[in-house]
């Protein structure tokens, strides 16, 4: 990210199913050399979704960012989870 000590985080979400999915809550995880996680976050869709989407359609990606700043400079790894 352009500031000091803040992580901007994006990715993109595509639903390969055959009904619209909902919006999952993404929980990203921060974790040292040795796999101790330093910190972690629950981010809601409302929180990263743009407009009023609810609903991914089959075939349909969404992009998501956001920015989490750094709890320590020994972060070396991250891990996404979609609830």
């Known amino acids: 990210a352009s500031r ?5 985080v994006t990715t993109s979400l595509r ?4 009904w619209p ?6 929980v990203l995880s921060l974790s040292d050399v040795d796999g101790r996680v330093l910190a972690a976050r629950a981010v809601a869709p409302s929180d990263y979704a743009r407009g009023t989407q609810r609903l991914v359609a089959p ?4 992009d998501i ?3 989490v700043r ?3 400079p020994r972060v070396v790894s991250f891990d996404f989870q979609l609830r």
């Open 4 to 8: 000091a000590g803040v992580l901007h």
């Open 15 to 18: 639903n390969d199913a055959r």
């Open 21 to 26: 999915q909902p919006l999952p809550v993404v």
């Open 59 to 62: 075939g349909d990606s969404v």
């Open 65 to 67: 960012a956001f920015d």
């Open 70 to 72: 750094e709890p320590s």
